[in-house]
C-alpha cells in the first residue's frame, strides 16, 4: 500500500517540535519520504524509484502528522474495571476489588477487553502500548487482530506465573508477529519474594535483558521496602542486578536523590502515570528533577480502572501541570519535552526505536491532529496547543505500521464497536457476581 499525505505540518521530533510544511509518504509499513517536495529528483536518484503510484492520497489540509502516542505503561484489560473500584487507597482498593476480580478473570476476557481497550486507544492517537497484564498471548492475539503495536511486559509476582513460564512467553511472544514484543519484568517489590527477585536476577543476565517493574509507586510501599531491606525498591534492584541490562520503573513517585543518581547512571527509564497517581492520591512524580539528572522519562496512562480512562493528551497535561505545583514554578516542565515524554521517549523505553520519530525508513506509526477545531485557534504555538488545550477531539487520524486503524470518528480496526461494548458489560458483571465484590 503506498499512501500520500500532503499538504500537512510536519512534527517529526527529530528536532524538537519544529515545524515543517510539506508532505510525507508511506509504502508498506514504512515511511518512503518527508519533504517539501524541492529534493524529488535527489530522492529518486538515490532510492531507485520510478514515480510513484499511489493507492490513496490524502490531503492535511494543513494539519498536522507527528509521531502517535507511546502509552508506556498500562493495563488494558482493566477496562472492565472503569469506574467499579473508585476513591480508594492503592492497597486496599488492590486487596478488596481488583485481585477479587482478576482471579475469575478469563483468557477470553483478557482478549475481548484488550480489544475495547485499543478502540480508546486508536481514537487517542496512541500507536504503541505497554502492556503488563494477565494472559500475555491473549493480549497480543487482541493486538494483532487490531493492528495495535505492543509491547508486553511480564507482571511475574509470589502468585504466578512461574518463573519457566515467563521464560517460555519470552521466547515465543518475542517471535509471535512483527507487531509484538516481550519484555521480563515483575509486578513490584512487595509482591515478590527475595529469593523470586534473584531467580528473575539470574534469568535477566541469561538473555542479558532490561527489566521494568512498578517502583515507588506510593510512600507505604517505600517505606516498607526500607524496613525490610533497608533499601528503596531501586537500590534492592539494582543490588540484586536486576538493572544490570536496562529497564526502568513505573509511578517512581518517592525517588530519593539516590535513587534518581541510579536511574541517570545506568540510563534507566522512569514512566510517570500522573492520572492514576493523581486519583488513587499516592503522590506527585519528581519530574522536574529527572530532568535536571538526565534521567529519561515516558508517559503512561496506568489502566483504566484507577485513572479511569486511556487519555495520554489529560497524562500531557497532568504531567507538566502537577510538575508546576509540586515545583511551585509555572516554567515548570515545558510542553515540548511533555511531547517528546510521550512519543519519543516512550517508545525507546519499549524497545521501539524504530517508531521513535517521523523520518524516512521509520515504521509509519503517526497521527494526525486537527487544527481546524476551537481549541487549536489561534496557531500562537502549535506544540503547546496540543499539551494544555489538545484532547481526543483532535485526533483526525491513526496509522500504525502503514495502517489507519482510525479516520474521521471511525473505527477501521473493528466492524462492530457496539458489539466490544456489550460484551464488557458481560464480563463485569460475571466477575463482580462470582467475585461478590
Request: proline share 3%.
Amino acid at each position: 500500500m503506498k499512501i500520500r499525505f500532503f499538504n500537512a505540518r510536519i512534527m517529526t521530533m527529530t528536532d524538537g517540535c519544529a515545524l515543517k510544511e510539506g508532505e510525507l509518504w508511506v509504502e508498506n509499513d514504512r515511511i518512503l519520504y518527508i519533504g517539501d517536495g524541492s529534493d524529488l529528483d535527489d530522492f529518486y536518484r538515490r532510492t531507485g524509484k520510478d514515480c510513484i503510484v499511489w493507492d490513496q492520497e490524502i490531503d492535511c489540509e494543513g494539519n498536522v502528522l507527528m509521531p502517535g502516542f507511546k502509552d508506556a505503561h498500562t493495563h488494558s484489560a482493566m477496562v472492565a474495571m472503569r469506574s467499579f473500584a473508585d476513591d480508594m487507597p492503592l492497597q486496599e482498593w488492590l486487596n478488596t476489588k481488583i485481585f477479587p476480580l482478576e482471579a475469575k478473570m478469563t483468557d477470553q476476557d483478557n482478549y475481548d477487553l484488550t480489544q475495547l481497550a485499543i478502540l480508546e486507544y486508536v481514537s487517542g492517537g496512541v500507536t504503541s502500548i505497554f502492556d503488563m497484564y494477565l494472559s500475555p498471548k491473549d493480549i497480543a492475539q487482541a493486538c494483532v487482530d487490531m493492528g495495535m503495536r505492543c509491547v508486553l511486559v511480564s507482571g511475574l509476582n509470589k502468585f504466578g506465573p512461574a518463573l519457566e513460564v515467563m521464560e517460555e512467553r519470552y521466547l515465543k511472544l518475542n517471535q509471535m508477529h512483527p507487531l509484538i514484543t516481550y519484555m521480563m519484568g515483575v509486578h513490584a517489590e512487595y509482591t515478590c519474594s527475595k529469593e523470586l527477585l534473584e531467580q528473575v536476577s539470574a534469568l535477566i543476565h541469561k538473555y542479558q535483558a532490561p527489566l521494568f517493574a512498578h517502583m515507588s509507586e506510593t510512600k507505604l510501599e517505600t517505606d516498607e521496602c526500607v524496613e525490610r531491606y533497608g533499601m528503596t525498591p531501586p537500590a534492592l534492584f539494582d543490588s540484586l542486578g536486576l538493572f544490570d541490562f536496562g529497564g526502568g520503573g513505573y509511578h517512581c513517585v518517592y525517588f530519593t536523590e539516590e535513587d534518581m543518581d541510579l536511574f541517570a547512571k545506568k540510563g534507566l527509564y522512569a514512566i510517570t502515570n500522573p492520572g492514576s497517581n493523581t486519583k488513587l492520591a499516592s503522590g506527585i512524580a519528581p519530574i522536574t528533577r529527572f530532568l535536571e539528572k538526565g534521567i529519561c522519562v515516558g508517559i503512561g496512562t496506568d489502566g483504566a480502572s484507577s485513572n479511569n480512562c486511556l487519555d495520554m493528551f489529560r497524562e500531557m497535561f497532568l504531567t507538566t501541570g502537577l510538575a508546576k505545583l509540586r515545583d511551585q514554578d509555572a516554567s515548570a516542565v515545558a510542553p515540548e519535552e511533555v511531547l517528546k515524554m510521550a512519543t519519543t521517549n516512550g517508545a525507546r523505553a519499549m524497545g521501539l526505536t524504530d517508531c521513535d520519530v517521523l523520518a524516512e525508513g521509520k515504521k509509519a506509526d503517526l497521527i494526525m491532529i486537527d487544527l481546524h477545531q476551537p481549541n487549536m485557534q489561534p496557531l500562537n504555538n502549535i506544540a503547546k496547543n496540543i499539551v494544555y488545550s489538545g484532547s481526543k477531539t483532535n485526533v483526525k487520524l491513526t496509522m500504525i505500521d502503514g495502517k489507519i486503524l482510525y479516520r474521521d470518528g471511525k473505527y477501521l480496526c473493528c466492524d462492530d464497536p457496539e458489539k466490544l461494548y456489550a460484551k464488557a458489560n458481560e464480563i463485569i458483571a460475571r466477575l463482580s457476581r462470582e467475585a461478590g465484590v
